[in-house]
């Protein structure tokens, strides 16, 4: 409930849109692709550099994590066949014989495969959550602070003292 509302606190508020779009999109990549693996050390070397809402990443995280399931089938054969092109048969033999990218998993046809799919929809993905961000913001933030859950939500007192306590 607490992460509920300082996203929509963060919606709401004067942050720059960008910010709150790059939340999503570090919380895509990591969503899509496994999360203990070691190419999630680049997104996660990004969370904590770039200023960005936890909120809105953590969302976006729980929101692809699920996703991620359903698409595995998707991944498995972008993985599958981008390992199986004849015209990278060299680079991967060459790879797979240096102990860094075997430590990568890139062999890993679901872990390739996740992983380009993610990159690749990642600024395209930006554009969409801005466009949406500042759509929300001229269009139905009026209409949706007239809901009776989001007035309760602003004015519940466990709410804001979590919120408190989290900021």
């Known amino acids: ?3 509920l509302a300082k996203l929509f606190k963060a919606l709401n508020a004067n942050q720059y849109p960008g910010q709150i779009a ?3 999109v570090l919380g895509m990549i990591m969503g899509l692709t496994p999360l203990f693996f070691p190419h999630n050390l680049l997104t996660l070397a990004l969370v904590f550099f770039l200023r960005i809402n936890v909120s809105a990443l953590l969302v976006s995280l729980a929101f692809f994590s699920g996703l991620a399931y359903l698409l595995d089938p998707v991944f498995n054969q972008v993985g599958l066949a981008v390992l199986q092109s004849s015209s990278l048969e060299p ?3 060459e790879m ?3 102990a860094f990218w075997r430590f990568m998993h890139f062999n890993n046809t679901v872990i390739l ?3 380009l799919v993610s990159y ?3 600024i395209p993905a930006f554009v969409i959550f801005l466009v949406l961000i500042r759509t929300y913001r001229h ?4 209409w949706v602070s007239k809901f009776k859950i989001v007035q309760m939500l602003k004015g519940s007192e466990k709410v804001k003292t979590v919120v408190g306590l989290m900021e």
């Open 96 to 98: 797979y014989n240096n």
């Open 1 to 3: 409930m607490a992460l």
């Open 91 to 93: 680079l991967f033999t």
């Open 22 to 24: 790059l939340s999503f």
């Open 113 to 115: 495969g996740s992983v």
């Open 139 to 142: 269009k139905f933030l009026k």
């Open 120 to 122: 690749v929809l990642a």
